[in-house]
C-alpha cells in the first residue's frame, strides 16, 4: 500500500501532463501512485491518449478513470478517493509539478507529527514557474493551526498545497458540485481538523500558461447558483477569524454577493442565517457587488 495517492484532474490536458509527469519522476520517495481523472476532455482524444501512454510506461504505479460527462472539475477528486490506495492524498493540477523531493519531505513531517487524529496532514509552499515563493513565507517554518487561522490571522490568502489523511478529506470531496472550487473542502475542514502548515516548498503552481486556472477562473460563470451555496458554507466556515483580516473576508463575501446577484437570488433568501454583522457587512459592500457584477468596476 502507497503512503501517497497523487490525485490529478484532467481536461484538454495535452500542452501540460507531461511536465507533471516528469516532476514524479523525480522524485526520491516512490511510496506513491499517481491517479489521473479525465473530465470528458473535448480535445479529440489527445489527453486521453496522452494518459494511456504514461499508464503504459510510468515506472510507478498509474491509475486512470475517464468521465463520460464533463463535471467541471467537481467530482474529480472523489473519483480519484475512491480508487486510491495512498493514506494520503495530494491534488496535484494537471498543469503544475511537485518539487525534487516533495514527497520524502512531507514523509519527515507525517512521521513526526501527523499522529493526532485531529491532524489531517502536512500543508506546504508553491513557488511560480521563476522560482518565486507565492506569498509570504509564514513567521515559524512549522505552525499547527487551521486554515482559517492561517487565511485570516496569519495573512497567508495565497496558493498552498496540501497533503490530507484520505478518511478526512474524502467525504468533503463527495459535496462538490458543479460550480464548487477546492476551497470549499479546505474551509470545511478546518471546522475540526488542523494542518502541520511548514515553509518547505512542495509545489511549482504555473501561472504563466495561458491556460492555468489562475488565468483562467475570472472567465468562469457558470453555475453561479452553486458558487454562490459553496462560499456561503464558506463565510459560515470561518466566521471566527473573519473579523482578524477585513479585507480578506470583504472578498470572500464580495464574491459571495456577486454570485448572488447573478443568480437572481433574493437577498432575505441569500442572507438567512447571517447574523447583525455579517448582514450590516454585506450591507456595505452590495453596491461594490452590483458594479462589479456588472462589470463597471
Known sequence: MPLFSIITPCYNSSQTLWSTYESLLKQSHDSFEWILVDDASC?????????????NEAPFKVKHSFLKINYFGSKSVFTGCLIADGKYVAVLDHDDQLTPGALAIVKEYIDTSCNDELVAGVCGRC?????????????????????????????????????????????????????????????????KYKYIYVNDVLRVYDTALPSSYSNTKSMLVRYPEAKAD?????????RPYLKFNISYGSQIIGSYLRHTINSNINL???????DAVLKVWCLLIYPASIMKSKGWL
Open 230 to 238: 459553496a462560499l456561503k458554507a464558506t463565510i459560515f466556515s470561518y
Open 43 to 55: 480535445d479529440d482524444g489527445l489527453t486521453k491518449s496522452l494518459i494511456e501512454k504514461i499508464t
Open 127 to 191: 513557488v511560480n514557474e521563476s522560482g518565486l515563493l507565492v506569498g509570504k513565507k509564514f513567521d515559524a517554518d512549522c505552525i499547527l493551526a487551521n486554515e482559517g487561522e492561517i487565511r485570516f490571522k496569519w495573512g497567508i490568502t495565497n496558493e498552498l498545497f496540501q497533503f490530507s489523511k484520505i478518511e478526512i478529506i474524502k467525504p468533503f470531496f463527495e459535496l462538490m458540485k458543479p460550480g464548487y472550487t477546492n476551497g470549499f473542502v479546505w474551509s470545511k475542514i478546518s471546522e
Open 268 to 274: 432575505f433568501e441569500a442572507w438567512s442565517g447571517f
